[in-house]
């Protein structure tokens, strides 16, 4: 596998580790979320990091097999350039329903290289 590839799914891979984190320490809490402005920047902000990462490994590779590889950068581009119409609760779908299959995906992909961050 490509080495700029693996850099980019270690990206991924940390971002999304950073939210599992979060969510852990604050708890699945759809309300807190909701109320707490910096936690919600938060996850935009990983968010956007693993659009971009993922739009430069489809600049690679575009057979990567990752299943929602054009979706997550729709989602960073959809962040970045519609922020006003942006709704908390589709973010927080993404983190509940989305971010596992992604996590898992990546994490293959990562051990498959022999190098899966810690």
């Known amino acids: 596998m490509d080495n700029r590839i693996i850099k980019y799914l270690q990206d991924i891979h940390i971002a999304i580790s950073e939210i599992e984190q979060a969510t852990e320490e604050r ?69 509940i329903n989305h971010l596992p299959l992604l996590h898992q995906e990546v994490s293959v992909l990562l051990s498959q290289s022999n190098r899966i961050q810690p």
């Open 27 to 95: 708890g699945k809490n759809f309300n807190l979320f909701l109320s707490d402005f910096v936690y919600r920047k938060f996850i935009e902000r990983e968010l956007e990091i693993m659009g971009e990462a993922m739009n430069r490994i489809l600049k690679i590779d575009p057979a990567i097999p990752i299943s929602a590889a054009r979706k997550i950068v729709d989602t960073r581009n959809f962040v970045i350039h519609s922020y006003d119409s942006l709704l908390p609760e589709i973010l927080w779908a993404i983190v």
